[in-house]
């Protein structure tokens, strides 16, 4: 299959951390109109096996740039910043413990009054603090300098850890609302 | 040699010709068949007009052939051993979760290796997939003859929230009725196509689809033509069936009674499912019933029913909010409810889907029949009938798929909700120094704990050189396709010792199973079975033929060398000739040889349409003869 790699020139847009997400939506529908298999539904195997791993390509270009965090890990790889989630570790201190109190937060939110009121503030803190990171990795993922990129993996983890966090709140949501 | 015929271009080089494609929708208490005529979409009536076909099969001893569909359900509570009832409950199923299904389930199982339990008959040991199979073989049979003609293939319906070995013991069942499945659909999907083309409506959509036996909701954008489903919840084993159990229950308790035998149990569920549509349009229903020589009686009021089924309806809304915030939506956002399946003509369900979405549900179409309708709409594009259709279904797998890793716990390499088809490769290492093979399970559902998800398929890779733990790098790839059916590679990036499976799950059928009942099912033998091969081959040639046929005339010469064009109009040629022959074998050949050498040809004409969709024209704006060859984007390297 010949179709492009490269999932921003795919979509042609700029390859950048921002993304503007209803034009990535629209581009992705008309992709999806030439190349879905159902498109091939009446032509011969080869054909539909041809369509469904572009198609595929394409979903997985689409999942890729949708989300911040995986959008930040394939700039770096375009970088050439190895982003494989088996090395990683954050060494920041203050971080880690900042990340101990918000896990207790959650815990205590589990057993407090209002649950839900609980947890909300608690998503709001994260949120703020995220925002943050999200500044200072859109300015680095510009750069080129190595240094710099590594900063930028480094803020990288430390948003996947926030994003486990969210997960584990979803998580004790739902549990709360299943009571 | 006689001269190439060589069309106008634009034109297909044959007229347009119509095929016969059906939707099916295979229900859990009824199914229905539906197709495509002079543009409209309905569904096909029996000899005695009658739309529905109960879903419900009755075995006979002998030479007799199963009976399918009214008359076996009215025989079901006289013959509830032979008759199977609700067979989509079983499907892709274990003993243990059909025992768990809760019912007092009046069949004889008979437990495999293979895990689906067979059903114990007069005539036989029976798979739920050859019930499925009788049903199916029933309602292509009434489109055939109401259609007179052979079918391209048919859609068929299932739960959204079917899993892996749901879809695959469908798949195995129209495989074993002789049924091309162009593609396996989702029920709420296809509702929303009957719907969406029916109001030409944009917008966000919630489908709340409540049938005999599962529940489904999706929630789906409606952008120009495409549906694109963002998130999918339900239950596949909550339906209108529990209404009936609920209510048998209360008599029970009412009259002090503990247990029934079979015989009696269906028919306390058919007096159950009487007092369920009675109180459809009624405030209270009265109700007898006749045990051992003593008679009952009393009456339910519809207050009464209500509170037996709200903690059902409940859990469905349960479902509904998960699938909201899964699609990053917020009640008040939905701009459509439609309701789907017999279940929702229940009012309280009515009542408390609107008060949840603060919105009139619609059911303007028969709530019954709307799934099959969308079945038939989509049936029709994907014969080939609408090659410039806008519509197009963007669908999402239900459940996570994952692998086993360490101390029991399940990696996710797929998550739910992500748009199908899909390919992704996650690289896992060795536990040990010189392990030199990796037990690779495939799991599916959302838990953390193995035990909690369901079983797909195990598989191994052997052969890995010893090497200390850690250093060795297995990459597994998991693909779904558009059915929603996985397959799993595993490869060892170092060595390059590769394994793979088509994941047959646990609970489908193996490919051994599906050929030996299909042989089975021809009372004649090898002749019977060669015919329907070389009858099957036939028809994909005819398909390769036609395609490249219209695509040469329309690109052939603006994207092929002369040279080229030749040969493959040449092998065209040579294959329309192979065809006229009775030898599949040879048939077979010749269409892989015309496939390959067309590849090419085809890959080059995607990336004209990939060119033309960037460029935001729609296809007919665009002139071929202006387009240069020479500028095409940079987005199409070669």
């Known amino acids: 299959m010949a179709i492009e790699q490269n999932y921003f020139i795919l979509f042609e847009l700029p390859q950048q951390y921002q993304v503007d997400t209803a034009l990535l939506s629209e581009r992705y529908r008309a992709l999806q109109k030439t190349l879905h298999p159902d498109r091939y539904a009446h032509k011969s195997e080869r054909e539909q096996l041809q369509a469904v791993q572009a198609s595929a390509h394409l979903n997985e270009a689409l999942a890729t740039l949708k989300s911040p965090l995986r959008r930040a890990a394939y700039l770096l790889s375009l970088k050439g910043v190895d982003t494989d989630v088996s090395h990683q570790t954050v060494s920041d201190g203050a971080f880690l413990m900042q990340q101990m109190m918000l896990r207790e937060q959650l815990d205590d939110a589990r057993h407090a009054d209002d649950p839900f009121e609980a947890l909300e503030e608690l998503l709001e803190q994260l949120q703020g603090s995220e925002a943050e990171l999200q500044q200072s990795l859109e300015s680095q993922l510009q750069s080129d300098d190595p240094a710099v990129l590594s900063d930028a ?25 299943d009571l | 040699m006689a001269l190439l015929q060589i069309a106008e271009p634009g034109q297909s080089a044959k007229p347009h010709q119509h095929k016969l494609a059906v939707g099916i929708d295979l229900g859990t208490t009824n199914s229905l068949v539906a197709t495509v005529r002079s543009g409209e979409a309905d569904t096909l009536a029996d000899v005695e007009g009658r739309h529905l076909l109960p879903s419900v099969v009755r075995y006979h001893g002998g030479d007799q052939a199963a009976e399918v569909g009214y008359s076996a359900r009215e025989a079901a509570s006289g013959d509830p051993l032979n008759t199977i009832v609700s067979v989509k409950r079983f499907m892709g199923r274990g003993l243990a979760d059909v025992k768990s299904l809760g019912d007092q389930l009046p069949y004889d199982f008979v437990e495999t290796d293979g895990g689906m339990p067979y059903l114990q008959t007069v005539a036989g040991e029976k798979s739920p997939v050859q019930v499925s199979a009788d049903i199916l073989k029933t309602l292509a049979d009434r489109g055939h003859e109401a259609l007179g003609g052979e079918l391209v293939g048919a859609v068929i319906t299932v739960p959204a929230y079917f899993d892996e070995a749901q879809r695959q013991a469908t798949k195995d069942a129209a495989k074993l009725a002789g049924i091309n499945v162009l593609r396996l659909l989702n029920e709420p999907t296809a509702a929303a196509v009957a719907y969406g083309l029916d109001s030409a409506a944009e917008g966000t959509f919630a489908i709340y689809d409540l049938g005999g036996g599962t529940f489904d909701i999706s929630i789906l954008r409606l952008n120009r033509g495409v549906f694109e489903v963002l998130s999918t919840g339900g239950d596949s084993a909550l339906g209108g069936d529990d209404f009936d159990h609920a209510i048998a229950e209360w008599v029970l308790q009412q009259m002090g009674v503990e247990q029934l035998a079979q015989q009696q149990q269906r028919r306390l569920l058919d007096l159950a499912r009487s007092v369920k549509e009675q109180l459809s349009g ?12 003593q008679s009952w009686q009393g009456a339910l009021s519809l207050e009464q029913f209500n509170g037996l089924i709200e903690p059902k309806i409940k859990q469905t809304l349960r479902a509904c909010r998960r699938a909201l915030k899964d699609a990053g939506v917020e009640a008040d956002q939905i701009s459509e409810v439609v309701m789907v399946g017999g279940s929702t003509r229940v009012p309280h369900v009515r009542t408390l889907v609107e008060k949840f979405f603060g919105n009139v549900p619609h059911s303007e179409i028969d709530p019954d029949r709307v799934v099959a309708i969308g079945a038939a709409i ?16 963007l669908d999402v797998i239900p459940l996570s798929l994952g692998l086993e890793t360490m101390g029991g716990l399940v990696e996710k390499v797929i998550d739910r909700n992500t748009p199908i088809p899909v390919a992704r490769a996650q690289e896992f290492t060795t536990y040990k120094d010189g392990q030199t093979a990796m037990a690779i399970h495939v799991l599916q559902g959302e838990r ?13 890779l052997r052969g890995i050189p010893p090497m200390a733990s850690g250093n060795a790098k297995v990459r597994v790839t998991f ?19 590769e394994s793979s499976v088509e994941v047959k799950p646990s609970y489908g059928l193996s490919d051994g199973e599906i050929a030996r009942m299909i042989q089975d099912s021809f009372s004649h033998a090898q002749e019977d079975h060669d015919a329907r091969t070389l009858r099957e ?3 994909e040639a005819d398909r390769l033929v036609e395609a490249l046929e219209s695509a040469l005339a329309a690109d052939g010469e603006r994207l092929l060398h002369a040279d080229d064009l030749a040969a493959l109009s040449q092998g065209v040629e040579q294959l329309k000739r192979v065809r006229q022959g009775t030898d599949h074998k040879l048939i077979a050949k010749g269409i892989e040889v015309l496939s390959a050498a067309s590849d090419e040809f085809a890959a080059r004409r995607m990336d004209e349409g ?12 665009l002139n071929p003869d202006e387009q240069e060859l020479s500028d095409l984007p940079d987005c199409l390297k070669k």
């Open chain 1, 153 to 177: 993996l480094d803020n990288l983890r430390k948003l996947q850890f926030f994003d486990k966090l969210r997960h584990e709140i979803e998580r004790v949501e739902d549990e709360l609302d």
């Open chain 2, 378 to 393: 989509q049936a029709d594009v994907l014969a080939g009938n609408k090659p410039d259709a806008e519509m197009l279904l």
């Open chain 2, 537 to 539: 081959q036939q028809v």
């Open chain 2, 610 to 621: 990939v060119r033309q969709a960037l460029s935001g024209h729609a296809v007919d704006e």
């Open chain 2, 282 to 293: 009624a405030d209270q229903a009265e109700l007898s019933f006749e045990l051992d020589g």
């Open chain 2, 448 to 460: 953390e704990l193995v035990d909690d998800c369901r079983s797909l398929s195990r598989f191994e």
């Open chain 2, 479 to 497: 693909q779904v396709d558009a059915d929603g059916l996985l397959a799993v590679t595993a490869r060892e990036l170092n060595s390059g010792v």
